[in-house]
């Protein structure tokens, strides 16, 4: 079993700054690509960043030079920093891996609960 679980989430006023984690656990022999997305109410969910293992990035239009995207290996653990908040960046975020398991070395898309970013005043 492996399971994602992100943190970070909460209530910033617009200009402000917010940093999301993600670990992942269990049976984990490999991760390979790491992800967030989000989904707003009425939206449809849509991309913020990726990361490969090897740490090249990949970020939305709408978020490029604000948000950063990173991770650390040896803790399974990808993180979002995310600058210069906008009322618009208020979405539930996701956080996605693609596994490799242990024992089977099946590929595996592994997602997290979500944590809540309202960006307010």
């Known amino acids: 079993q492996v399971q994602l679980v992100e943190s970070g989430g909460g209530l910033v006023q617009p200009g402000g700054s917010l940093r999301l984690s993600c670990a992942a656990s269990?049976?984990?022999?490999?991760?390979?690509?790491m992800g967030w997305y989000r989904q707003a109410p009425g939206k449809q969910r849509e991309l913020v960043a990726t990361?490969?293992?090897?740490?090249?990035?990949n970020y939305a239009d709408s978020v490029k030079g604000r948000f950063t995207i990173s991770r650390d290996n040896a803790k399974n653990t990808v993180y979002l920093q995310m600058n210069s908040l906008k009322p618009e960046d208020t979405a539930v975020y996701y956080c996605?891996?693609?596994?490799?398991?242990?024992?089977?070395?099946?590929?595996?898309?592994?997602w997290g609960q979500g944590t809540l970013v309202t960006v307010s005043s």
């Open positions: 996605n891996a693609d596994v490799i398991k242990a024992l089977t070395y099946r590929n595996l898309e592994v």
């Open positions: 269990g049976s984990i022999f490999r991760i390979n690509a």
């Open positions: 990361i490969t293992s090897g740490g090249s990035t």
